[in-house]
């Protein structure tokens, strides 16, 4: 990775790189490259290797870059399984966009050299701003003057140790949107962006970035909100003057989101921004979420026993569920013979004791009703996500009408369970 050098106020020291390069930022000195301007920055402390030496002049990407590397092996020292380019990943998701995204005044001229625009080393465009955008990374937001952000450490070890936690259930899932959505003045009802996620897992963590400019952010409230309409407030009024919110939230930050495990992944995911004062307004320019899933396991349940089902009577069978753990998604398979089967409804009764519809005196006079009903594709089973599974599950056959019999010859379930 290249690192760029931050100075003690979160600016960019004046004598880093900038451009395409850059991965990360680290704080480090700061000093004018020609020596011709007053730049505010301090240097860094640290020992010098001599016994009892202390330096407080340790600086430029020389400072920088090491303790990226220290960082780095403070994540893996968390979580030693990681691999190289997870340990990558995880430094750049956690890094914080709090910066000052302030440039510099151009090189003053001197008396030996009028002209020091002809070689001044301020960025140019296209990298003249140090504005975070989403250009499709897998790792967020990007600065061409600070990578992804600040390294920052303790936010790194908790990414470190989350993805240590437990295992993953299935790969990691992202989304990214850039809406630059105005947000008025003093309006409660506030703007809101969707990121959409698909996949039936459920959530283990999970991580949000925010990119924000306002005059006053200390007017904000920002929420995220899941797709079963759980709200987590992220930011609620905090920063006074300061004029840009760029952040990362995780359970390490922001304890709440730590309730939305065992969450379905699936479905939209909303950030709304509310400015609640009056005199400043702003924009949201992007934000992106990441989810790692929940390990799953899968139960299969089976009932062949071949029950008939009398005319104008009802029928149940029963499965049992010794494992715990919450759903991730079901199947329901029916096997029924029936010379009618509009005569026909079938329920599914989890342990929640809430019945399920699967099939309601639909067909006609089809003779038989071999079906599979899924969490995938049946909105009233997606609703059973995140439940608790562990109990007797029943399966209810009734026939309505009269004049036609048959049986259920068999039914099964295939259960996805998470932690």
Do not use: C
Request: no cysteine; aromatic share 4%; charged share 20%.
């Amino acid at each position: 990775m290249h690192i760029a050098a931050l100075a003690s106020n979160a600016q960019r020291s004046h004598y880093s790189n900038y451009g395409s390069g850059i991965a990360l930022s680290a704080p480090s000195s700061n000093s004018h490259e020609y020596g011709r301007m007053t730049v505010p920055g301090l240097g860094i402390t640290t020992t010098t290797g001599a016994p009892g030496g202390t330096t407080a002049d340790f600086g430029g990407t020389s400072s920088a870059t090491p303790l990226v590397a220290g960082i780095a092996a403070l994540a893996i020292s968390a979580n030693a399984q990681l691999s190289a380019a997870q340990v990558i990943s995880v430094l750049k998701r956690s890094a914080s966009k709090q910066l000052d995204q302030r440039g510099y005044p151009r090189t003053p001229p001197a008396s030996y050299d009028p002209h020091p625009e002809q070689w001044d080393v301020s960025p140019i465009a296209p990298f003249d701003t140090g504005d975070f955008s989403d250009i499709g990374l897998a790792d967020g937001s990007w600065s061409p003057w600070f990578g992804h952000g600040r390294v920052d450490a303790a936010a790194a070890v908790a990414a470190a140790i989350a993805l240590g936690a437990a295992p993953p259930g299935g790969p990691v899932l992202h989304g990214g949107a850039a809406p630059n959505l105005p947000i008025s003045d003093n309006q409660s009802p506030g703007v809101r962006s969707e990121i959409r996620l698909g996949g039936r897992q459920v959530v283990g963590t999970l991580a949000v970035n925010v990119d924000i400019a306002h005059s006053y952010v200390g007017d904000l409230r920002v929420s995220l909100i899941s797709p079963r309409g759980r709200a987590i407030v992220l930011h609620e009024r905090e920063g006074a003057r300061g004029a840009q919110l760029r952040k990362r939230y995780s359970p390490a930050t922001t304890p709440a989101l730590a309730g939305l495990a065992g969450d379905p992944v699936e479905g939209a995911w909303t950030l709304l921004v509310q400015d609640l004062a009056p005199a400043d307004s702003g924009v949201l320019r992007s934000w992106d979420i990441t989810v790692t899933p929940r390990a799953e396991r899968t139960v299969r349940l089976r009932d062949d026993a071949g029950v008939n089902i009398p005319d104008r009577q009802a029928v149940e069978r029963q499965l049992d569920m010794a494992d715990g753990g919450r759903l991730a998604h079901i199947a329901v398979k029916l096997d029924i013979t029936h010379s009618h089967i509009g005569d026909l409804k079938v329920s599914l009764v989890p342990p929640s004791g809430i019945g399920v519809p699967l099939h309601d005196r639909s067909g006609g006079d089809g003779a038989k009703l071999i079906q599979t009903y899924s969490s995938a594709s049946l909105p009233d089973l997606a609703a059973l996500r995140g439940k608790p599974m562990q109990g007797t599950v029943r399966l209810q056959v009734s026939d309505l009408a009269t004049r036609d019999v048959g049986k259920l010859n068999s039914w099964s379930l295939d259960i996805d369970l998470n932690d």
